[in-house]
């Protein structure tokens, strides 16, 4: 079936910008996310990209989107405290009717004061 | 925005009984909700995709008698964990799939925090 990945952990200084990669299987994903989730809440939708789209900016987020290699990047520039949280980048495949997602396993954002 | 709600926000009982989880639509109709389970520290897995007025669809691994669904309206389904067990303990998150279409129509609830002791 379709796989996420993504690494576990990421730790940055406030101010600098974040990274967090995430790399996919579904040849036929149509939309790809990223979510936050803070402790204890539910899941924040935060930006998504179409699969024929290569980037997608908006205000402090930058989605970068690599089809051929299957890979997804979020930038979020200027990293505050308040963007400690866990980042869940999924995938949605094709086909009629076909709305469930895939996600990865997170990454854990810390942001150092 | 459209908004999902999930009730109780959280909740513990004991072995053996049952414990009933709402998610409801709370301004926009939702023909497809999803119920997904997460563990500590991993992702979500989807549990089964509900739709109103039909049976579940239940995901591999996922018994269909433990966990009974009903989406008896556009903007309510419940999951039923029956005679749970402490390795039900989980978070429990739904979500709602809108009408109209596009590419982000699926809203997620808060979550259900379920503690069986």
């Known amino acids: 079936g379709e796989d996420v990945e993504q690494s576990l952990f990421l730790s940055v200084r406030e101010g600098d910008s974040s990274v967090i990669n995430c790399t996919y299987t579904?040849?036929?994903?149509?939309?790809l996310y990223w979510y936050k989730q803070e402790p204890g809440a539910g899941l924040q939708l935060l930006t998504y990209?179409?699969?024929?789209?290569d980037m997608k900016q908006d205000q402090r987020l930058t989605v970068l989107l690599n089809k051929k290699d299957k890979h997804l990047s979020l930038r979020i520039a200027d990293t505050q405290t308040g963007d400690s949280a866990i980042y869940f980048c999924?995938?949605?495949?094709?086909?009629?009717?076909?709305?469930?997602?895939?996600f990865g396993k997170g990454t854990k954002l810390s942001v150092i004061p | 925005g459209a908004v999902v709600s999930q009730h109780p926000s959280w909740v513990i009982c004991k072995s053996g009984t049952s414990v009933k989880i709402e998610c409801r639509s709370l301004?926009?109709?939702?023909?497809?909700m999803f119920w997904y389970r997460q563990f500590p520290k991993q992702s979500l897995m989807l549990m089964a995709t509900?739709?109103?007025?039909?049976?579940?669809?239940?995901e591999q691994g996922v018994e269909k008698d433990k966990f009974l669904i009903n989406h008896a309206s556009l903007t309510l389904s419940t999951l039923t964990v029956t005679s749970a067990h402490p390795e039900d303990s989980s978070f429990y998150i739904c979500?709602?799939?809108?009408?109209?279409?596009?590419?982000?129509?699926?809203?997620f609830g808060p979550g259900t925090r379920l503690t069986v002791l």
């Open positions: 979500s709602a799939r809108a009408l109209a279409g596009g590419p982000n129509e699926q809203f």
């Open positions: 579904d040849s036929s994903s149509t939309y």
């Open positions: 990209i179409f699969s024929n789209m």
């Open positions: 999924a995938e949605r495949g094709a086909g009629a009717g076909s709305y469930q997602l895939t």
């Open positions: 301004d926009f109709q939702a023909t497809t």
């Open positions: 509900s739709n109103e007025g039909s049976k579940a669809t239940y």
